[in-house]
């Protein structure tokens, strides 16, 4: 081929490639040369950069390799305590899972047994279950059928309204007694009273304790005999003697007490009188009082007398009272004006009071006795329990003195 006479191509690309040739000419041995030795170039510097990084990407992978192998041997340690681990926990469950087995086993025989050996009973205790239901609705029906009742609804209301009346009835006893208690007058005649009694019972006490003195002092106690002139007058004569039978005797000394009593340190109380204050159904017409005297009252036996509803339709009492230890008192005889007994319990500051008396017609008092101090006492009950429908609910207050 002859290039001498060849057209030599433009650089680039013409603008209209139909009008002149166009093309690449092939790399000379001097382009590929400088090329060469630009790649020459970058491949010395990348070997030595390689050479400075070789040494530590070295030691790199031989820490990473020691890391390695350290993590394989303790995860093999690990895995080997491990399986020797599970080895004896799956050991164990087989074991529990085996007895386990064996429990169940002889539970279900055993209970199996047990329902085989007792049918007969299970079978009595649904029918007892199933009877105890019926029972039970029957109940219910009755008990419904009860509660429907109009004459059980009226019994209520009728016993609600008497317990309002009841309490409506202590108001009004409550409020009389209060009037009561602060009128003056009644105030001066209980005052009055009191003081009489104190006087009958002093003087109760003066005779009974002149009537036992009267019968000479125990021959223990005897004093001795004082020597006297001939011709002087006993010591022991009138002069000493009381005359009970003179218009104005002097002041007297106290009674001397009987040796019997002062040796045992006993205090001569004879007689006990105790007065009670109540209110009945019939509150209009004012309190009633009954009067008692009880002697002998520290005496385990002992008796007493006295009069019920003092001025209106009064009757009388004579009963023998036996003191059965601190708390229970029984008493027996004549009570208004009828044989009857008495029972009293106080246990402690609230008692229980039970009279019944008159054989023909038996009749029931029976209180609740509330002590507010040691000789005074509030007291509210029925006095005719066993009476005609008509309620006789009492109120009152009692003192001893």
Known sequence: MDIAHATELEPGIPSDPNDAPWGVLPPTITDLVSESQAQLKSLEKTIALVNVEMPRIARRLDSVASHTDHLITKADANFTAFSSSLNTTVAQLNHVIKLSGNNIIGLTGNLNSLVADNSQRVQQLVDALSDTAKNLN??????????????????????????????????????????????????????????????????????????????????????????????????????????????????????????????????????????????????????????????????????????????????????????????????????????????????????????IYNSKNPTLELYGDVKLAKQVMLFYGEKNVFGPGTLTPTFGVQGNF
């Open 138 to 355: 029957t109940t219910m029906a009755n008990f419904a059928a009860l509660t429907g009742d109009p004459t059980i609804k009226q019994s209520l209301v009728t016993t609600a309204v008497n317990f309002k009346d009841a309490s409506e009835r202590l108001k009004i006893a409550a409020t009389d007694l209060q009037l009561l208690t602060s009128d003056p007058n009644v105030q001066a005649e209980l005052r009055g009273t009191i003081t009489n009694l104190n006087d009958v019972t002093a003087k109760a006490n003066d005779i009974l304790g002149n009537f036992s003195s009267a019968q000479g002092p125990l021959p223990s106690a005897a004093p001795p005999a004082p020597t006297m002139a001939p011709g002087a007058a006993p010591s022991g004569s009138s002069n000493n003697t009381p005359s009970n039978n003179a218009p104005n005797p002097p002041p007297q000394p106290q009674p001397r007490q009987p040796s019997h009593l002062r040796t045992t340190g006993l205090t001569l109380q004879l007689v006990e009188p105790s007065v009670r204050l109540y209110w009945d159904n019939k509150i209009n017409t004012g309190p009633s009082s009954d009067l008692d005297l009880t002697f002998l009252p520290r005496a385990t036996n002992n008796f007493s007398v006295g009069a019920n509803s003092l001025g209106s339709n009064t009757t009388y009492n004579l009963l023998f009272n036996h003191r059965v230890g601190h708390e229970l008192t029984l008493s027996g005889g004549i009570y208004h004006s009828n044989l009857g007994v008495k029972a009293v319990y106080f246990p402690t500051f609230i008692g229980l009071d039970a009279r």
